[in-house]
C-alpha cells in the first residue's frame, strides 16, 4: 500500500467514527437512545437495514464465492422481497401499536415471560457470535497486510465501532450507516468499472460473460430438489424466505433499525426499499467475483491465495512439491491465456468452436486440481491450517492489481461495511440485555438515565464479548457462509415462537414454550449429524415449533381462555 492509500483509508475511517460520536452524543432517555426518538426518516431506514445486513463479510467473501463457483449465491436472497411484504403487512404494525423498544417485549404481552426471555437468549447467543464474525472478517485483511497480529487487529476494529456505538445508541448507528452505505457502493461499482478496464481491448463486456458461462460461472438458478445441494431455487425461496423473514422479523439488530422510523409507513417504505435493492446488489457483487474469475484467464493468479498458508507451506518440509506444483500452474496459465484469447476471436464471428470451449474448460480443471494439491500440501505441513482460500481472492486482487487510491478505497469499503454491521449487532445486544433481561430483574424503581447508563455498559460488555469472539474464529468454508449456517440453526425456532404469536391464537405460552425447546434442540442435532442443507433448518425450525406448539397445547390444560387484546394480533 502507497501513502495515499493509508491517507485514504485512515481519512475515512476516522471521519465517520469522529461524525459519529459528535453528532449524536448526550442522548437523555431511553426512548432517545435506543429508538432514536423515533425520528428516522424512511430512506434512513431502508439504508440503516442494508448496512446492517451488508457486512465485511458480504464484500470480502462473496466475491470469492462468485470466482469458484458462480452466481448461483444470489438464489439464497429470492426469499427476501416476500418476506419484507410480510414483515410491512404484519410484524411493523403491531410493533408500532405496543411502542416495544425490543421485538421480545411483544412476546411477554402475547405469552409470558419465560418465553420471551427465551428468544432473548436464542438471539444473544447467534448475534454474539455473529457480531464476533463482523469484526473478524476485516481483521483478516489488515493482519494479512501488515503481518500484525489478528488478535490486535480485532482489538482495533472492535474499538471503533464501540466508541460512536455507545456514544451515540441507534441514532449514530443510522446516522453512520448513511456514511457507511455511500463509501460501500462507491467503492464496488468503480471496482467493477476497472476490472473491465484491466480485460484485453479485444474483449468485450459480453463475451467476457461467454467465457464464464463456458466454465459454469452464470449458472444464477438451479432448479433441482436435491435437498444436499446448498443453493436452488427452491432452498431460497422457502429456506430463504423463512431465514430473512426470522432475520428481518425478529431479530433486533434489524427491527431496531425500523422501530426508529416516524411512522408505520415510514418503516414499511425502508423495508420495501430494502427488499427492492437487496437481490440486484448481491448479484451485482457476483458478478464482480466472476469478472474477477475472467480478469485472472489473462492475468497469473497464485497457487494459493492465502499469504499466511505460503507462508506456512515456504518454511516446511514440502516446498520442494509445492514450486512444482507453481511450475505446474505457470505452464497451464500460459496455455489457458492463449486459449481464452483464440476463443475470444472466434466468437466474434459468432461461431462456438467446441473443441476451444472444452479445452479452456479442461485448462481451468486442471489448475482446480493443482489447487487442490496445493491444500494437501499445506494441510501436510501444518493440520491445523485451514486451507480454503475464498475469502482471500478479491483481496489478492485489491492489493495486487488496484492503482493507488483505489486501494484504500477498497479497504475503507470493507471496513466501512465491517463498522456498519458491527455497530448494528452490539446495539441491539445491548438493547435486548438492558430491556429484555437486566430490566426484568433490576430491584426498585430507577431513573431513565439509569437505563440509558446501563445499556452503554451492556454495549461495551458485548463489544468485548464481540472481539474475544473474533479472536478464536476461524474460517469455515467461507466466513459468508458461516454467519448464514449460525443464523439457521437459530432463526427457525424464534419465526416459529413468533409466527404462534402473531397468527395462532389457540397456541398458549406453556406449550409454546417447551415446543421450542425441543425444537432447537433437534435442530442443532439435524445440523451436527448433517443431514440437510443448512438454508432447509429455517424451514424445520419454524414448522417443528408450530406442530409441536400444536400438539402439546391439546395435552396442556390451560387456564380460562381471556381474549387476545386486539394490539396483540395481526
Known sequence: MQLLDWVVLIVTLLFIVSYGAIKTRGSKNVEEYILGSNQTPWWTVGLSVMATQASAITFLSTPGQAYHDGLGFVQFYFGLPIAMIVICYTFIPIYHRLKVYTAYEFLEQRFDIKTRSLAAILFLIQRGLGTGLTIYAPAIILSSLLGWSLNWMNFIIGTLVIIYTVSGGTRAVNMTHKQQTFVIMTGMIVTFFIILSYLPDELSFNNALHIAGANDKLNALDLSFDTDKRYTLWSGLAGGFFLMLSYFGTDQSQVQRYLSGKSIRESQMGLIMNGLLKVPMQFFILLIGVMVFVFFQFHAAPLHFNPNNTKIINNSAYVGEYHKLEKDLEGVAAEKQEISMLYVNQLYQDYDNKELHNRMVALNNQEKDLRDQAKELIKKADVKAETNDKDYVFLYFILNYLPKGMIGLLLAVIFSAAMSSSASGLNALASTTAMDIYKRNVKGEKSEKHYVNATKMFTLFWGIIAILFACIGTLFENLIQLVNIIGSIFYGTVLGIFLVAFYIK??????????????????????????????????????????????????????PDEEIPESLQA
Open 506 to 559: 389457540y397456541i398458549r405460552a406453556k406449550a409454546i414454550f417447551y415446543s421450542a425447546l425441543i425444537s432447537q434442540a433437534t435442530v442443532i442435532y439435524i445440523f451436527l449429524m448433517d443431514i440437510v442443507s443448512f438454508l432447509w433448518l429455517n424451514v424445520i425450525g419454524a414448522g417443528l415449533t408450530i406442530g409441536l406448539g400444536l400438539l402439546l397445547q391439546s395435552f396442556i390444560k390451560s387456564p
